[in-house]
């Protein structure tokens, strides 16, 4: 099996789809055909690939964790998302937006962010591509993520603050819409996941499968195969399915790893929000709930659909790890390897770490999806 | 995009009551309320009486829904506010099925509310609190087929949006499949209120009246009496939602409410 294209409908099995307001529906749909169009392009994936390479650093190293390995008795490697220029896997989808965008003749870009990673990758997109930018933020990220706040600032971009609900990463997707409900003639909404309305989830999809591919043929060069298990942090989805997408045709078991507070896959049940019916944590009358995770990143309700997908026809799962295990992997990965992770990625080696004993003597691959340099103010407050 | 149902050719109560009310030569005012919101001691259905009161041709009646994308901030915080005291769908259904309005009503909320209780249930829930139709701003016409086919069944009308960024081929499948009233989204943004209106409310509405015979009213962004009845210079009617909320939670009451409404309903009577 190899991840599918999901057709007209945008349709992960049952979830997926385009729930947006009609004057988006357009919008939506002129997307879907210009990214059908440069994706098939060799010209614009060639200037994407020279992009990535040239600009971005690509291709990310795989990395081999001995003395992680030994304390845990598990051996992990790391795709190395985190050495992308800009800190993050969060540069690959925003290249191929920008460049998508600007061939669509969009001069300006629109975007959420909750970590601020999404925004900082879409703050130095626009700066090198000359087009204006608008990032959303909860109010509450801005000052847990101040530092990217202002990296965003520096690069050109105005940060706006979402002041409403749970002020985080599902307000800031509001507030984006209702920017690109307004403003959709001259304006790309650059979505930072797998998530929201087709094409999104299948295109941001398809700009990340780079690091499955490259994972894949790093693993076969160094295990002389593939790993065991291969696992990632998700919040809207999009670092985990851009490795999964590398593995999914093999016998490797996908293991996606979600904050407790904000388990999507784990304690929600389908519902539609953000344009996109997927699971979702929500009360029993369809209000969606707030989620809390010490991660500005992964403090997200919903998740994007084809994880639902994956998860309902059992080809991945989703385990869930806490606050506290997380802030304990941060440490370890640190101490061990020399390797601050951002809050996000350490949710995945939270889980490994807690759960070795069952990974004992497996190979383990792990989406290293971002740099910690983000979350060591927030941490200095936690551990001080 | 295959399973979406033929509207059914008999005209709901809603649809018969604005069409009967344009046969006469009136033009249609449709005020939009926030379900379950109280202020300063004053109930929701008060406010809802006083507009009918003051001329109301239909009330849209907002459940209101955690995230509402669609929905600039006066509308927001009525829904907060609403939802921090409590108001449910079932709560606000309720008190309706138990209030004597006396003109058609249609719910305005967002799809989850209907999919999280099930496209059955929500639909016979509105039917038997005696609401006409439905509008769900984020369910366009291509994902509108499982929820229609349940509405048309409970005899709900589904009202659809049509907005200035369709191209033209797309305004007569959206008027087919819409029960009701066509919604025209008068401008490309979220509810709130503007200063003037905005040229692209007259523009969609005479380019559906060019291809419809089903009620056109405009919404987002009507403000006061005079953009109204400027706009139904082309239009049938106007939805007036922002501007009569912001009253509503600035105090004002039904007696500000009924002031404000009255003062559409003359403009357009004149
Ligand atoms: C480093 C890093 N990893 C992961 C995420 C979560 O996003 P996703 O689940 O789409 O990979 C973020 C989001 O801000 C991030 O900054």
């Not at chain 1, 807690?354 to 910690?372: H, I």
């Not at chain 2, 138990?98 to 989850?112: H, I, K, S």
């Amino acid at each position: 099996m190899a991840l599918a294209d999901p057709g007209p409908t945008g349709r992960f099995g049952e979830y997926g789809g385009q729930f947006v307001p009609e004057t988006l529906v357009p919008a939506c749909q002129e997307l879907e055909r210009s990214f059908r169009s440069a994706w098939a392009d060799p010209a614009f994936r060639g200037e994407l690939d020279r992009l990535l390479s040239d600009y971005a650093g690509r291709p990310s190293p795989l990395t081999e964790c001995e003395r992680l390995s030994e304390e845990l008795g598990v051996r992990v490697l790391l795709k190395r998302e985190d050495l992308n220029h800009t800190g993050s896997h969060k540069i690959n989808n925003v290249l191929g937006q920008a460049l998508l965008a600007r061939r669509m003749g969009k001069t300006r870009l629109v975007a959420e962010t909750g970590a601020g990673q999404h925004g900082v990758a879409s703050a130095t997109a626009a700066a090198l591509m000359g087009m204006e930018c608008r990032v959303y933020m909860g109010e509450v990220d801005m000052e847990r993520q101040a530092l990217n706040v202002f990296r965003m600032q520096l690069l050109g971009a105005e940060v706006v603050p979402a002041t409403s609900g749970s002020r985080t990463l599902k307000d800031a997707v509001n507030e984006a819409m209702r920017d690109w409900v307004a403003t959709v003639g001259d304006t790309h909404y650059c979505l930072g996941s797998v998530m929201g309305p087709h094409p999104y989830p299948w295109m941001v999809r398809e700009f990340h499968a780079v690091i499955g591919a490259e994972a894949r043929q790093q693993c076969e060069r160094h295990l002389g195969g593939t790993p065991d298990v291969v696992t990632a942090c998700v919040g809207g989805g999009s670092n985990a399915i851009g490795i999964f997408s590398g593995f999914v045709d093999t016998d490797a078991e996908l293991v996606g790893v979600e904050p407790a507070g904000g388990a999507a896959v784990g304690r929600g049940v389908p519902g539609v929000v953000h344009g996109m019916k997927s699971y979702l944590m929500q009360d029993e009358f369809g209000q969606v709930q707030e989620a809390h995770s010490i991660s500005a990143g992964l403090d997200y309700p919903g998740v994007g659909p084809e994880h639902s997908h994956l998860a309902s026809i059992g080809r991945a799962r989703y385990e869930q790890v806490t606050d506290d295990e997380v802030i304990a992997a941060f440490q370890l990965l640190s101490r061990t390897e020399g390797i601050i992770p951002a809050l996000e990625p350490a949710h995945a080696i939270a889980w490994l770490s807690r759960d070795r004993e069952l990974l004992a003597g497996r190979t383990v691959l792990v989406n290293m999806s971002g740099r910690g340099d983000k979350d060591v103010a927030q941490m200095m407050d936690v551990l001080g | 995009m295959s399973d979406i149902p033929v509207a059914p050719a008999e005209p709901g109560a809603l649809e018969r009551t604005l069409r009967a009310g344009r046969d006469e030569g009136r033009k249609l005012l449709v005020p939009y309320l926030t379900g379950g919101l109280t202020v300063g001691g004053d109930h929701w259905l008060d406010v809802l009486s006083a507009v009918v009161d003051a001329g109301a041709d239909a009330v849209e009646i907002g459940i209101p829904f955690s995230d509402p994308v669609m929905d600039g901030p006066i509308i927001q915080e009525a829904s907060e506010r609403a939802l921090a005291q409590g108001a449910t769908p079932l709560s606000i259904l309720d008190e309706v099925r138990r209030a004597d309005v006396g003109v058609p009503l249609a719910v305005m909320t967002y799809y989850n509310v209907a999919f999280r209780m099930g496209h059955e249930r929500f639909a016979s829930s509105l039917a038997d609190a005696g609401v006409s139709a439905a509008i769900l701003p984020d369910l366009p016409y291509e994902e509108v087929g499982p929820w229609a086919a349940a509405a048309d069944a409970a005899g709900v009308e589904t009202v659809l949006l049509a907005a200035p960024t369709a191209p033209d081929d797309r305004l007569p499948v959206v008027c087919a499949r819409a029960r009701g009233f066509v919604y025209a989204v008068g401008l490309l943004g979220v509810t709130g209120e503007r200063t003037a209106l905005a040229a692209s409310s007259l523009e969609i509405a005479s380019r559906l009246k060019a291809v419809t015979d089903k009620p056109v009213l405009v919404g987002v962004g009507i403000s006061d009496a005079a953009q109204a009845a400027e706009v139904c210079a082309v239009a049938d009617g106007v939805v007036v939602g922002s501007a009569l909320v912001r009253r509503v939670l600035a105090g004002e009451g039904p007696a500000g409410a009924a002031a404000f409404i009255g003062g559409i309903r003359s403009a357009l009577d004149a």
